[in-house]
């Protein structure tokens, strides 16, 4: 029997089952299908896409919320990669680390440099980028070789405050042409401009507006012919805020040759129109034991019978205070709790001359002379901003408006009862109407033959001012502002371009739109006869518009 000898060479192996000491066995691995990473994709997804279609959420809530949901799915995805056993130790460890340094490495290559655009967003550059302009200053001796040609200038009329003539945001008469695609506007100029979202107050051929430059706080005064800076007043300070940016955020305004204006800190100057010369100047917050508003103090001056009226800040002060025009020193305060980023307007309501002002929680009315309070209106919220102006209706009425989810209102004005009301002159109120068909941000409404017309969160609007209802809404502009000129609706878009819209509640129509500025503009544009005045915290320029009739 031959037996077979077996080759030495060879290994045998183990055929007991039981574990060979000598080998290394790998782990099983599954490779089932990843269902745990697929769902929490498609509920993110879902999520997502149930955040879009809701037609009244507002673009801000609709952006933090869609990024909440973002950011949600990708840290459970990053939890469940580390903690997965699909993948070796090894892989999670190197994953784990690349996360860390590309995370460090970003946050040392970039900074936030304010908002994308009005949803809060942060806009993210590299560090190595600067915002900030440094726009020409002329010298006394260059402004003496250099007097002002703006009065020259054919159709150009004064606008001597923020929203126009009357602070209402409408202008009853278009001095140019709406047909601008047949008839090209005119640039005049163009300027690089400070940090701040302060618009233009027009009279005489030259332009007021406020603006930082560096560590400076500037009021400005610019030749409309020319764009060139005749003077410039500094106070040394800076309001800064990482959403709304840097800046001060108010227009000034013109009267009997003075200049009032309202910094973001909460000073507040009196300025000779002609040479830009102190007359007077008030520390309003400091004065008054307040803290600054968290986008910074917005008030645009309200000039009324020798007084200057604008709005506080946050704590137990007053909403509104009054200095005498003619020296600064105080004549009265008024209200409670804490203002916000509209500015004071002058109205006529059931017979009684008053000046309302939109506060955090509440629409208030006061007596000229006194500041006393002839009516408080409760509405909103006081946690979300109010920057748009009241609207003033027929009827003894008022439309107010807000965004971030506070909606609008329509408020009927009327007397007080028989007694104490109507022997003080006080005032009553009721909610006649309110609900969510004008969300206004810091865009501020005007009133058009019975409609009011605005952006709605970001989209043009007509709104039905007896019965609140929305006519229409179309266009994207974004956190942009407008302004009714005649039958015209002028909407400076977020982006920087403007449009001219037909105010009508037969729809909407666009007649035509300049490629005024290229970069994120909330500033409100200023029509001063046949001249458009826009700017944002980059560049100002100067638009000549067609005459009408052309």
Known sequence: MNEKIPDPSLKVGNTSGAPDANSVTSPQRKTGFPWFPVVTLALVVAGIAAVKWQPELERNLRAWATAALALLGTLTLLIWFLASSRFRARTRLLGLAIVILSGLALKGALRVDGTINGTGLPRLVWRGSHSDATPPTASPAETARNPVQGAALPGLEDSAQFLGPDRTGVLPIARFSTNWNTQAPRELWRRPIGLGWSSFAVVGGRAWTQEQVGDDERVTCLDIATGQTLWSHSERTRFSEWQGGDGPRATPTIQDGRVYAMGG??????????????????????????????????????????????????????????????????????????????????????????????????????????????????????????????????????????????????????????????????????????????????????????????????????????????????????????????????????????????????????????????????????????????????????????????
């Open 265 to 550: 800190t909460g000073i507040l100057l009196c300025l000779d129109a002609a040479t830009g010369k102190l007359v007077w100047r008030r520390s309003v917050l400091e004065e008054n034991g307040l803290s600054n508003l968290t986008w910074g103090t917005s008030s645009s001056p309200l000039i009324v019978d020798g007084l200057t009226v604008i709005t506080g800040g946050r704590g137990s002060g007053a909403v509104l205070y009054a200095y005498r025009s003619s020296d600064g020193t105080p004549a009265w305060k008024s209200g409670e709790g804490d203002a916000s980023y509209a500015s004071p307007v002058l109205a006529t309501l059931a017979g009684r001359r008053v000046i309302l002002s939109n506060n955090a929680a509440s629409l208030t009315a006061h007596d000229p002379a006194t500041g006393r309070i002839l009516f408080n209106h409760a509405w909103g919220a006081s946690k979300w901003p109010k920057a748009s102006q009241p609207v003033v209706l027929p009827g003894d009425r008022v439309f107010v408006s807000a965004g971030y989810g506070v909606g609008c209102q329509i408020i009927q004005v009327t007397t007080g009862e028989a007694g104490s009301d109507r022997a003080t002159g006080a005032l009553k109120t009721e909610t006649a109407w309110k609900g969510i068909t004008m969300k206004t941000q810091f865009n501020s409404p005007g009133l058009r033959n019975g409609y009011v017309y605005g952006l709605d969160d970001g989209l043009l609007a007509c709104v039905d001012a007896t019965t609140g209802r929305r006519i229409w809404k179309d266009g994207r502009f974004g956190s942009g502002q407008t302004l009714i000129v005649g039958d015209t609706v002028v909407v400076q878009n977020e982006n920087g371009t403007v449009h001219a819209c037909v105010a009508s509640p037969d729809g909407f129509r666009e007649l035509g739109q300049i490629a005024a500025l290229s970069s994120k503009t909330w500033n409100q544009p200023a029509v001063a006869g046949r001249y458009l005045l826009v700017r944002n915290d980059r560049e100002a320029v100067c638009w000549e518009l067609p005459a009408a009739g052309r």
